[in-house]
């Protein structure tokens, strides 16, 4: 394996990625960077879902490994909007700013804890061979009074987490991939690709150890 397609043109999203699954000493490349333009349609009902059917569409077109991730934000007042909606909402062409504000103004006179909110993600991958693994991230945290930083995109500036006593966009990169939804999702998909680089049969090296315990009692019953 000398490379991974990821399913996205998002340059902030890929900066990220990129930091992340650097240890793999493989390229990385956008959709863009690979020569793919194609429009996908996202009509999956969760993140994974929508994540799979990107993934899938484009190990179609190229037969690479390809990672795809869904993402967006669940505010617990809104009924979990705007969710898998996130980058649609408003509308795609909205600029973050609107849709930022938008969702401040929405939760006029809630404080605290009734301002809850998660950022989800999902990180699907298709391998060469059509096999197929998933995983998925999360962090808590709490909708801002105001937008604040000037690191990250998209909902970064309104999402706080009281832990850290600043939002997202806050938090220097490295420190933002160590503890952000993306940044979980993509070290356990790390670890799942890695062990197919070692199993490459696709079992798992939990389930490789079982089958040689198999193997051995077998011997040792002739």
Not at 28 to 48: H, N, P, Q, R, Y
Not at 80 to 105: C, F, H, V
Not at 115 to 121: D, E, G, K, L, M
Request: proline letters at 3%.
């Amino acid at each position: 394996m000398n490379k991974i397609i990821f399913a996205t043109s998002n340059a902030g999203k890929m900066k990220e990625i990129r930091e992340i699954l650097k240890d793999l000493n493989v390229e990385i490349l956008s959709m863009k960077e690979a020569g793919i333009d194609v429009d996908i349609v996202e009509d999956g009902k969760t993140f994974e879902e929508n994540a799979l059917i990107k993934a899938r569409a484009i190990r179609d077109l190229t037969g690479c490994l390809v990672l795809a991730d869904d993402s967006g934000l669940e505010v617990d007042a809104l009924n979990k909007e705007p969710g898998i909606y996130s980058a649609r909402y408003m509308g795609e062409d909205t600029s973050y700013n609107l849709k930022n504000a938008n969702i401040i103004e929405r939760l006029s006179g809630l404080s605290g804890e009734e301002r809850s909110a998660r950022f989800v993600c999902a990180i699907a991958a298709v391998f060469p061979d059509g096999a197929e693994e998933t995983c998925q991230g999360t962090i808590e945290g709490q909708i801002a009074y105001a937008p604040a930083g000037e690191n990250g995109f998209g909902y970064d500036p309104i999402f706080y987490v009281p832990e850290y006593d600043c939002t997202t966009a806050q938090l220097a990169p490295e420190q933002k991939n160590e503890i952000s939804h993306r940044g979980k999702a993509l070290k356990a998909m790390k670890e799942v690709i890695r062990q197919r680089i070692v199993y490459p049969s696709g079992h798992t090296a939990c389930q490789m150890l079982r089958m040689g315990t198999l193997r051995q009692a077998s011997r040792d019953k002739v």
